[in-house]
């Protein structure tokens, strides 16, 4: 079945250093990926997505390409901000022709971001 | 722009209790995911359902139901709760038709204390 991989935390950074959460995943087909984000007590909020190989989703600074030769969807920022603490969940959604549209998600990285 | 309502934001009950949560999907989205995320733990797909049918199941214990109505809102039921089925419990909803699916939009959860 679909699953994905997602580097353990929790991950700890100064402000203004560099990002990097790495994702890999395995599927049949080609399935769409996508980074949500949880900050504390509220729900999941999504933050970029790719929908084919070689795409590259961002939003708020973050990037993430779509690397079917890896198996990978990896979480990039350049500068990262205190305000960027929050849980990462690196997720999947089946290509469409297996009916199934559920998410399967990562196991989630805790990112705090010290001033 | 609306957003996925979740109801009640928070739920004590005793073990062996019943539990009704509901959910209120984006206006014209046909489609209604209900996700269980453990303390710590990823989300984990348990149901759901696409135009008033359910179109998936996963890891949804037999003492849980649910349904989409008319209106598209959905119910979980939980029965003879236990205290694993403390969780935050998320419901997502998206547009399959017109050329989707489109991405799946999380509502802030409920939160399920079983005591």
């Known amino acids: 079945g679909n699953s994905v991989t997602q580097m353990e935390g929790p991950v700890t950074?100064?402000?203004?250093?560099?990002?990097?959460?790495?994702?890999?995943?395995?599927?049949?087909?080609?399935?769409?990926?996508?980074?949500?984000v949880q900050y504390p007590g509220e729900g999941l909020q999504l933050l970029l997505k790719a929908t084919k190989a070689d795409d590259k989703g961002s939003n708020k600074g973050f990037e993430a390409t779509y690397r079917k030769e890896t198996?990978?969807?990896?979480?990039?920022?350049?500068?990262?901000?205190?305000?960027?603490?929050?849980?990462?969940?690196?997720?999947?959604?089946?290509?469409?022709?297996?009916?199934?549209?559920?998410?399967?998600?990562?196991?989630?990285?805790?990112?705090t971001i010290n001033p | 722009a609306a957003g996925v309502i979740?109801?009640?934001?928070?739920?004590?009950?005793?073990?062996?209790?019943?539990?009704?949560?509901?959910?209120?999907?984006?206006?014209?989205h046909d489609t209604v995911y209900w996700y269980q995320q453990g303390p710590g733990q990823d989300p984990q797909f348990l149901i759901s359902f696409y135009e008033k049918m359910q179109s998936d199941k996963g890891s949804i214990p037999d003492r849980f139901s649910a349904q989409q109505f008319s209106d598209y809102h959905s119910e979980l039921?939980?029965?003879?709760?236990?205290?694993?089925?403390?969780?935050?419990?998320?419901?997502?909803?998206?547009?399959?038709?017109?050329g989707g699916p489109y991405e799946q939009y999380f509502g802030p959860g409920t939160r399920l204390t079983v005591t």
């Open chain 1, 71 to 111: 198996t990978s969807f990896h979480l990039e920022k350049g500068s990262v901000q205190v305000s960027d603490s929050a849980v990462y969940f690196c997720a999947l959604r089946g290509a469409p022709i297996q009916g199934a549209q559920k998410l399967v998600f990562g196991q989630g990285t805790r990112l």
């Open chain 2, 6 to 28: 979740q109801s009640p934001r928070h739920l004590i009950k005793e073990k062996r209790e019943t539990a009704t949560l509901k959910c209120y999907p984006i206006p014209r």
């Open chain 2, 77 to 98: 039921n939980m029965s003879s709760l236990e205290l694993g089925d403390s969780a935050l419990y998320f419901c997502a909803s998206s547009l399959v038709l017109a």
């Open chain 1, 13 to 36: 950074l100064s402000e203004e250093a560099f990002l990097t959460i790495n994702c890999t995943y395995t599927a049949t087909g080609y399935p769409s990926l996508f980074w949500y």
